[in-house]
Every structure is written in C-alpha cells, then in structure tokens.
C-alpha cells in the first residue's frame, strides 16, 4: 500500500498566540528541539531525519492550522500532484517554486474543495539518521482531519495524493502512503479542523514516561493509555497550552500490499470500550471540543 507520488508526511505549520510560551512547552515539555528560528516564526524538530516537525507561527488569539507538509517522491511526482488539484476541485494556491524556509527543497501549497491547506515539498533538506533517542519524538505519524463530507475528502485525497484506504471505521477513514497504516486520517465531524496531530515515540516506554512528564507539567492526559485498532498503535492524547490536540504514539502498524483493509463491522468494541485495552476511559468533552476548535486559515 502506498502512494506513486507522496513518499510521507513531513511537518505541520501552526499560528499561535504566544511564541515564546510554545517554545517552553514544545522544548522542554514535548522534548523537540529548536532546528531554526526568524522574525515570528519558530521551526521544531525531532530526533529522526526530518529538518523539522512544526512549523510555529505567530498569530492571533486562538491556534490555526496553516498546513500539513507531505513530501513528494521525485520532482516528477511533485508536477503530477499539482496537475491533479484542479479536475479534483481543489485550486492552488502558490505555484511549485524555491521555498524560503529551513527545510528549503521545492514545493506548491493546495487548498482542497473544503479549505484544507496542503504543502507538498521535494528536495527538501534531510539529516542523516542517528540513534534512538528515547522520551523525544522522533518524526510525525499521522494527522487527522476532520471532515462534514469524509467521502468526498477521501476521494480527493486519493485522486490528487494518491493516497489509499487502510481501514474505515464509523467514524474515521484511515489513508495510506507508506509503510505507516495510516498518515492522513479523516474523521466524520460537524467541521472541517484539525482534529490531532501524532508524534511518533520510540517506544512504548516513551509513550507512558511522556505521559507522567505532560502530566506533571499541568498537561494531564486526555486520553490514554491505549491501543488503537486500526493502526494497532499506542496512544496518550494531550491538549497543548492553546487548545491543539497533540498525541504521543508507538508501534504503528507497517503494512504493505498484502494488507487487505477492512470496514465499521470488523472495528466493533464491547459496550463502553473504544480501543483494544479498555483500560482507561473513553475521550471525555474537553478533548471532543478542543478536537473542533483549530481551523485552517482562510482564503
């Protein structure tokens, strides 16, 4: 299972209120490092390869998403993305060119038929891969979206990315472009915002002292400890200090052709349980509202 033209899922540009406040939780709470930095903007990464994970802005009173980065295989594959926006319904909304930024590479930003913002890049810098670091985020996963029309955002995911379906649930369309289950997912909502954005930990150990640490930092644990279903994947969910859901995840599920992806009647839980532990409670409101909350930038 994989995508001829998207190769993985490379960072996500967010606006928030106050830059310096996420520098202190993203650095020594998340445990990201600061890659680079200029005026307004602060650029984050983790232990793995990727120049960096988060893109954070300066902006208004509430957090925004400006984009999610997905990295091209070639440069031919980035051409043909970017002819597939407009027969999708989608429009671009910055040519491919020379991107000013830390990761630097070429890249074109899209805006899909319900407002979402997508960069997808290609020679964009990349560091040689190190040790395992453990406790610190090593690269993002996955981003889910919500979406009030999941089948048409679905198609248009596969038609433009080439992504493809890993497993539907009744909530959640779970799309593939890579070895990981799932990079982009898709859940059925009222709105079209960013529902979380995971960071994938070493391991599970990672995962649980991750936890304890957001915990004694003020930062309680949403939801978690726990085992997906589709993805098979750890999980500990988080609301950052303005609102963004953020999920720190472990052993992913890594698939290939032979995955055969299954529907809502293989994804049923016993009354009360929503994963495949059952050991802690299912999300509460806080983290159902703040899953609702950061919308893309407008036009």
Partial sequence: MSSPWIEGLRSVAL???DLAQAETFYTQVWQLEVASRDAGALYLRGSGSDAYLLALHSGGPVPRIRDVTLRARSAAALAQVAERVQPAGGRIVSQPAPLQDP???TGFTLRDPHGRLFQVVHGDTQRAEGATVRDKPQRLTHVVLN???VDETQAFLSEVLGL??????????????????HTLAVGISDNDALNHIAFLMPDCESVMRGGGRLRDAGHPIQWGPGRHGPGNNLFNYFID????????TAEVEQVDESYKPRGPEDWKWPPGRVDQWGVSPPPGATLKEAQKKVLFVPS
Avoid: K, Q, W
């Avoid at 200090?241 to 720190?248: A, L, N, R």
């Fill in 164 to 181: 493809t379906l890993a497993d539907r649930t009744v909530a959640i369309a779970f799309m593939n472009c890579n070895r990981d289950h």
């Fill in 241 to 248: 200090p303005f609102g963004v859901v953020i999920e720190y």
């Fill in 103 to 105: 990761a630097g590479g």
């Fill in 147 to 149: 979406s009030h029309a």
């Fill in 15 to 17: 606006e928030v209120p």
